[in-house]
């Protein structure tokens, strides 16, 4: 089941150089490949749409700022199963309990500097897309 999915690499991942180390994991999985890339500094519409689901929680404004605080890195990465396949690449929310061998588990101790963002959905997906690639069909 060929499916597409949003990926970002958080800001963390691009002041600490671990670009090519996450995205190298993405690109080596079997038959998945990425069908756009971008860099850039997030803008508060942008955040704001992409995280409305989380507006009003405690976590939100550090999280808002953490986000626009430098480069990140958008992507669409598309490939068998691959909506559950980069959250699992990825290891759980909270670095601290992320297995080793993944990428939260591997570089990250900080719950909002977890290095990266995947779609949770197939309907997530195609949402977060349109906000960060309003040009894809
Ligand atoms: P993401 O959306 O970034 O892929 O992460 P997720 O699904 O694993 O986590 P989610 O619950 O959607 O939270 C979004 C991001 O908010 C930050 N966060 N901070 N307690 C906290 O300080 C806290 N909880 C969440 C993380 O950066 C998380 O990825
Ligand atoms: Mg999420």
Do not use: C
């Amino acid at each position: 089941m060929s499916q597409r999915t949003l990926v970002l690499l958080k800001p963390d991942t691009v002041r600490r150089g671990l670009i090519g180390e996450v995205v190298g994991r993405i690109e080596r999985k079997a038959g998945w490949s990425i069908t756009a890339l971008e860099l850039r500094t997030l803008d508060r519409g942008t955040l704001e749409q992409h995280y409305a689901e989380h507006v009003g929680r405690p976590f939100y404004e550090p999280l808002m700022d953490f986000m626009a605080s430098g480069p990140a890195v958008a992507l669409v990465v598309e490939g068998e199963r691959v909506v559950e396949g980069v959250r699992a690449l990825a290891g759980p929310t909270d670095p601290i309990a992320a297995a080793p061998g993944s990428i939260r588990g591997d570089f990250g101790t900080i719950v909002r500097e977890n290095l990266i963002h995947a779609s949770d959905s197939e309907e997530s997906a195609e949402r977060e897309i349109k906000i960060f690639f309003p040009g894809l069909a």
